[in-house]
């Protein structure tokens, strides 16, 4: 099959069907497992839910400084997102899950696409941080990590509005409650995240595990555990 011929970009907020999805898994997942896991986190895509426009461009940005102007703007292209977003419009999440995705094994060919998704997730805050909205709250989250996984999530609310996320303290840690994408990588994505949030504050490295997780036809219920 020649998915190079055969694969539409342009998916905005239409629906799609299990062959969309699988086309764009087999042109840019780097393994079987991979573009397995591609496909039906893409297939079940909630399309109500949307992210802020800063994380296209500040994705867009890290790519570009591995792989030049010119190559960024065509895998964006063939991708089929935007290259450049207004801050704080709305986009469709699943077009950035796509660019995420299409990056990680190109920005991170050495590791496993897993670790490749943590890797670039860590990203995701400091993007977030430079943003105006950013600078206002960052400095109220000092170093307490407590103070700054709180903080996170409600940034997390105002990046990505259909999600929820709730944080409840306890000793040598805190529990991370959440409705999110049902992305087959979501556990890896939130690892990034907090590690790089933490990363972001000078905070020491902390653990985040799954505790439980629930599964429905266009979104996961999770908890985790994050201890230090």
Not at 22 to 43: C, H, M, N, V
Not at 169 to 186: I, K, L, N, T
Request: proline letters at 6%; charged letters at 25%; a neutral charge.
């Amino acid at each position: 099959m020649n998915t190079a011929q055969e694969y539409d970009p342009c998916w905005g907020e239409r629906e799609i069907s299990a062959h969309d999805a699988r086309l764009f898994a087999e042109e840019f997942g780097p393994t079987k497992s991979a573009q397995d896991a591609i496909a039906i986190t893409l297939e079940r895509f909630p399309l109500a839910c949307q992210v802020r426009g800063m994380f296209f461009d500040g994705l867009a940005n890290v790519i570009r400084k591995h792989l030049g102007v010119v190559e960024t703007n065509a895998l964006m292209d063939r991708v089929g997102v935007p290259r450049r977003c207004v801050a704080f419009a709305l986009y469709p999440h699943r077009d950035f899950y796509k660019l995420y995705f299409a990056a990680t094994p190109r920005l991170h060919p050495s590791l496993p696409f897993a670790d490749g998704v943590r890797r670039i997730a860590e990203i995701f805050y400091p993007v977030f941080r430079e943003s105006m909205l950013g600078r206002t709250m960052a400095p109220l989250m000092g170093r307490d990590r407590v103070k700054v996984l709180t903080r996170l999530a409600q940034a997390y609310s105002i990046s990505v509005p259909w999600n929820e996320h709730v944080v409840t303290p306890f000793e040598g840690g805190a529990r991370w409650d959440c409705r999110v994408e049902p992305s087959a990588f979501y556990p890896d994505t939130l690892r990034g995240i907090v590690q790089g949030t933490l990363e972001s504050h000078d905070v020491r490295a902390a653990s985040v595990q799954v505790v439980s997780k629930q599964e429905f036809t266009s979104e996961s219920r999770y908890t985790f555990e994050v201890r230090w």
